[in-house]
């Protein structure tokens, strides 16, 4: 199956800091999601991205599918953008996201 | 719209006994999933359910049993836990029956965090 592959797996930051987290992926996909998890554990959705540039406030996210990988950035972040961030993808053909292990992020005061 | 629920929250088992972890959406979605958590593991995908009336196994179904009661609920049964079965369950439901559509967005329920001693 397709495989997912987060990088770094642990990020501190301080408060205000930028930040980029990568995701690649070893086949072509239809279907890619940016999840972020908080410490009490809900899972809530980022962005939907399959290719192209989005953005949402302080976050943003770009997929270049054809070279399999994906970059969430988070500008000047807060202590509230702790937790881990999932990058989820699903392969053409597929109907099932696979998820790679996450990055867990520490933003101190 | 309440999105994803799910129960219990919390739930210990003794190895041997059963359960039925419950889950519903309000959104009229089509698709549901079970997955579990398991630290540096992320979420692995158990069973799940493109419409009402249909299922398939995921990753990891060994041990597990679901039903897809109606459109709204999917649940999951552990016939004879193990401790192995020890993780966070969460159940999902997917808005977009086609990728490639504008928003195909997984929505997440709350987890149930379930021990088996």
């Known amino acids: 199956g397709i495989q997912v592959e987060q990088s770094p797996p642990d990020l501190i930051l301080q408060e205000g800091a930028n930040s980029t987290l990568r995701c690649n992926f070893s086949d072509s996909v239809n279907n890619l999601q940016w999840f972020h998890q908080n410490p009490w554990g809900q899972l809530i959705n980022l962005f939907y991205i399959p290719s192209g540039t989005k953005q949402n406030g302080r976050l943003s996210a770009t997929t270049v599918a054809t070279e399999r990988y994906s970059l969430l950035y988070i500008s000047s972040s807060q202590t509230t953008d702790s937790g881990v961030y999932f990058c989820a993808v699903m392969n053409s053909g597929y109907s099932t996201l696979t998820f790679g292990k996450g990055t867990m992020l520490l933003v101190s005061p | 719209n309440a999105g994803v629920t799910q129960t219990p929250k919390f739930q210990v088992l003794k190895t041997g006994q059963s359960m039925t972890l419950q889950c519903a959406q309000d959104m009229n979605h089509n698709s549901m999933y079970w997955y579990r958590q398991d630290p540096g593991m992320g979420l692995r995908l158990i069973y799940y359910?493109?419409?009402?009336?249909?299922?398939d196994k995921g990753e990891v179904p060994n041990g597990y049993n679901v039903s897809r009661l109606n459109k709204r609920e999917f649940s999951l049964r552990l016939e004879s836990a193990a401790p192995s079965q020890t993780s966070v369950y969460f159940c999902?439901?997917?808005?977009?029956?086609?990728?490639?559509?504008?928003?195909?967005?997984?929505?997440f329920g709350p987890g149930t965090r379930l021990t088996v001693l």
């Open positions: 359910s493109a419409s009402e009336g249909t299922t």
């Open positions: 999902a439901s997917r808005s977009g029956g086609t990728s490639g559509r504008y928003t195909d967005t997984q929505y």
